[in-house]
């Protein structure tokens, strides 16, 4: 049997865990955008890995491979660490409050007709 007695405790909980998109972008493209934007980032570590090992075939300097393998390594952390995340949706509850106040500001003005 659940805890939550009330219709209004039910209620609070849920607007609590509901979430809304609400950055303006198609919630059903964020499935494929999601996939892509991994996919990129993962491509452009392989593409550096990939140049760092066509430089090791050809005859340069040892100095010169240490410091492009340590620039690759600290790219590689960096990227990773600012790379792609994603962000939850706002909150039902949070989403209710902005449209409330939109609503407020908007009834005052004058239609365009």
């Known amino acids: ?36 934007k991994k996919r990129s980032s993962e491509h452009a570590q392989r593409s550096k890995l990939q140049k760092l090992k066509s430089l090791g075939g050809s005859a340069i300097n040892e100095d ?19 790379g792609f995340r994603k962000y939850p949706d706002q909150s039902l509850k949070d989403h209710v409050n902005v449209q409330a106040t939109k609503r407020i500001i908007r009834h005052g003005r004058k239609k365009n007709s």
């Open 1 to 36: 049997m659940s805890k939550i007695k009330s219709p209004q405790e039910k209620k609070e909980l849920s607007y609590s865990r509901d979430r809304r998109n609400c950055y303006g972008e198609s919630d059903k493209g964020s499935r494929k955008t999601i996939k892509k």
């Open 64 to 82: 010169l491979a240490i410091v492009a393998e340590s620039e690759f390594i600290n790219s590689t952390k960096s990227s990773r660490l600012r």
